[in-house]
């Protein structure tokens, strides 16, 4: 299944409580936002205005860099203990409502205790269980980045140019078994990057490079990308990137890289939220709450529409309500993804071995 002030310097955008940076938490909120619409409109566009899931895990792999400090054996359980937990308990109500329904799964259901691999599922909740590639791929470069973080270091910039080499390969050279192996590696191969660049900013290479060799390379992994994209629309049916590994894999490298130099080089900020105290509100609530709205926001969208069918035997509500328009779903679809986040949040505040809250 995700991952996020304008100032004068690099210190800027840090916020006053926590001394979190509101740049990337904004961003993160951003992406996230445009992960359910994208569920919810389907427009194929979405991923060329914002690439959601690879400024996710570009921020993941800053963080995850700036947390082995401390030794890798504990970093890695403190991140598995963070994730799982929220996962078992979205997981099982998953489980249990394919099991009512009629599903009866082999082995393979250790893949719902530890995401190493695309857990199974009915075909009539695929669009519940189907986000859970990014909990799989976020859990295995977690896993690597111990390795991932060494490497870089011996070579920053040789090893971030070549950390696109496993999507080229992927490309022009081998197809990967379709299976669980297969999806793993174009998942890892098409985000690695934005993983390592993650390392580039928390080590402050990219404060270093200058936008005369970034901007350039960074627009032409843009153009790259969208000419695969439109390129490859016979093949894929569609220029979505999210159906296109290689060319989400330059497009993503090229906008995110734009996006996290901004606030290395420039510091960019994002004063916008600390102005207005409800929206700064907000962006914390999707911080701490990033994994169970990404989650649960499937089942929000999916619920919706039931229950807006039930309203059309409302004459009011058939009369007065846009009940046909795909905003309106979209809408309901966000209240109900507050339901959830009131009801299941709480236990990321358990994960993360904080006091238990409606809110953070």
Known sequence: MGAHRKGA????????AGGRDR????????????????HAFGWPWAGLVLPSMGIMFGLAGTLM??????????????????????YWFWGLFVVAAMLVHGWMPGWRIVYWVVPLGDPPGDAWAEQVWEILWYLRTYLWFVLLSPLLLRLFRLAPVPVLLLSLAPALVLRFAWQPPEDRLGSALVDLATYLFCWILGFAHHEGVLRRLRPGAVVPLCVAALACGGWYAFEDRAAYGTYDLDENPFAQALWSA??????????ARLG?????????PRLDRLVTVFNARAVTI?????????????????????????????L???????????????????LAGWVEDVAARRRPRLLP
């Open 324 to 342: 046909g328009s795909q905003w309106f779903l979209f809408g309901v679809g966000w209240g109900l993804i507050v339901v959830f986040v009131l």
């Open 23 to 38: 740049y990337f938490d904004a961003l993160r909120a951003l992406a996230l936002v445009r992960v359910v619409a994208y």
């Open 294 to 322: 990404y989650l649960w926001h499937e089942i929000a969208l999916v619920l919706a529409v039931p229950l807006i069918d039930l309203c059309w035997r409302v004459p009011a509500f058939e009369a007065y309500l846009p």
């Open 65 to 86: 860099a700036g947390s082995l400090r401390r030794p890798a054996p504990t970093v890695i359980r403190s991140r598995l203990r963070r994730l799982l937990p929220p």
């Open 268 to 276: 960019t900020g994002c004063a916008g939220p600390s102005r207005f």
């Open 254 to 263: 090229g906008a995110v890289t734009l996006l996290m130099y901004a606030k």
């Open 9 to 16: 310097g690099p210190a800027a955008g840090l916020a006053a």
